[in-house]
């Protein structure tokens, strides 16, 4: 076969090399990665232009926001690192960390009938054939899901958890991305010792479990056996409808009740909300004490006082799971805590490989003490557990140590405890109250017996 060349391009070097632009540039496109990176500076240059138009109008401390709000436009991966940075002050700046706690993971719904689609592809059936009603208006649409009440033809109230379509490839473009820029920020001399590359797999990691909601599935079923196992029965995660649920859809029980930040409804239920956060909070315990298991994201949307009298859980999306030793860690560092010895919680910090023999563990010690110390205080009001985390890091990077993930995992999920007890139960100290603390003695004791 013999191809034709227009005239326009007969000797003419210069049209040759913009047809070949074009071409390559077409050849190109179709790469998620490549188009990400080109939607990537799109919006960082429209950034920059925010910040230098803000500095000439002699305005300042804009930054922070227009990063906030560069993440919000680039989406569910960015919306998720923007979390990232604001849960681990210490390492990046506060005034980034405080803005970008306003990021948020919501996005405006999809139409129903793309839902509709997904919905159909996975089950590979009409819907009618499985359900008997569909909300068509969504529960809650964030970057990565949508939500949509419905009913099983047996009557069963459920709710649908659909993955919204390219999604993957978009997230999967992105780390790319993100990895190539920890490699360059992993160079200079702060950066090395942040270890950006490890920071960007363990996002990537987390997202890829995100992404796949079979996991999130298996995640909630090893909920509510770990709970009837500790005879807990008073506290329970979703019931998966594993006949319909895939990689991209989540077929699960729907849960009615209050959320746990709902102080107003609670109340008008007559609910006894301090026993029942106590309740909660000891269940989670177990799990991780006994079986190195946790929700890894009990904020308030994830935590209900259900109808029927049960602590709900809900998105495993993001789960803590502790090897034997990373939970002997764990209990060790609760009964260094509870005595009050923060010489050996240096060193129990140490043999977590959080930092080499060459650190004082006297002068970590002290530095633990001064940031842990505040939680044994007899009164409540002179805890500032918004400053806990923060100090903690702050306290890792000066003695250049690295905490491991499931630690600071760990310690979130306690500060969104002691958030409920503020609103919830002001006279409870999460830390002191024989109530918890007691009963949570022992099963460190016991837990650490079996693991000695």
């Not at 998720?80 to 940075?85: A, D, E, S, T, Y």
């Not at 490839?169 to 920020?185: N, Q």
Request: charged share 20%; proline share 4%.
């Amino acid at each position: 076969m013999v191809l034709a060349v227009p005239d326009a391009l007969r000797g003419n070097d210069a049209a040759w090399i913009a047809a070949g632009a074009l071409v390559g540039g077409a050849i190109l496109v179709r790469s998620p990665t490549v188009r990400r990176i080109a939607v990537t500076l799109g919006i960082a240059l429209k950034s920059v232009a925010r910040v230098v138009w803000s500095r000439m109008g002699g305005r300042r401390g804009t930054a922070p926001a227009v990063v906030r709000r560069a993440f919000e436009d680039l989406g569910p991966t960015y919306v998720k690192l923007g979390q990232l940075v604001a849960s681990t002050q210490g390492i990046f700046p506060e005034a980034y960390c405080e803005e970008l706690r306003g990021c948020l993971d919501r996005v405006s719904p999809l139409p129903f009938a793309t839902i509709e689609r997904v919905v159909r592809a996975e089950l590979a059936r009409p819907l009618s054939h499985v359900f008997s009603e569909i909300d068509q208006t969504p529960l809650a649409s964030a970057s990565i899901a949508q939500v949509h009440a419905a009913r099983l033809l047996d009557g069963t109230d459920v709710v649908l958890k659909v993955q919204r379509p390219g999604i993957g490839k978009t997230i999967a473009a992105d780390v790319t991305i993100l990895r190539s820029l920890a490699r360059l920020v992993a160079q200079t001399p702060r950066g090395a010792l942040a270890n950006p590359v490890a920071v960007v797999d363990d996002f990537a990691s987390t997202l890829a479990g995100e992404l796949d909601f079979t996991r999130e599935a298996a995640s909630m079923a090893e909920f509510n056996r770990i709970l009837r196992d500790l005879d807990q029965h008073e506290v329970v995660a979703p019931r998966v409808i594993d006949a319909w649920t895939t990689q991209r859809l989540l077929v699960m029980e729907r849960f009615f009740g209050t959320r746990v930040d709902d102080v107003e409804s609670l109340r008008a239920r007559d609910i006894d909300t301090e026993a029942k956060l106590l309740l909660g909070m000891r269940a989670w315990f177990q799990g991780v004490v006994f079986h190195g298991f946790f929700h890894g994201d009990v904020h308030a949307g994830n935590l209900m006082a259900l109808t029927d009298g049960r602590i709900g859980f809900l998105d495993f999306g993001i789960v803590g799971r502790l090897a034997p030793e990373q939970r002997r860690g764990v209990i060790d560092t609760l009964l260094c805590f509870a005595s009050g010895d923060f010489r050996t919680l240096a060193a129990t910090w140490q043999k977590m490989g959080s930092c080499d023999a060459s650190v004082d563990m006297d002068a970590l010690g002290r530095d633990l003490r001064a940031v842990y110390e505040p939680l044994l205080a007899s009164s409540v009001a002179s805890v500032n557990y918004a400053d806990l985390l923060p100090g903690i890091l702050r306290t890792a990077e000066k003695h250049g140590m690295r905490l491991p993930r499931d630690f600071v995992l760990v310690t979130k999920q306690m500060l969104y405890f002691d958030r409920y007890a503020k609103m919830l139960a002001p006279n409870l100290n999460v830390f002191r109250d024989p109530r918890l603390v007691t009963p949570l003695a022992m099963d460190v004791l016991v837990a650490g017996m079996g693991l000695a």
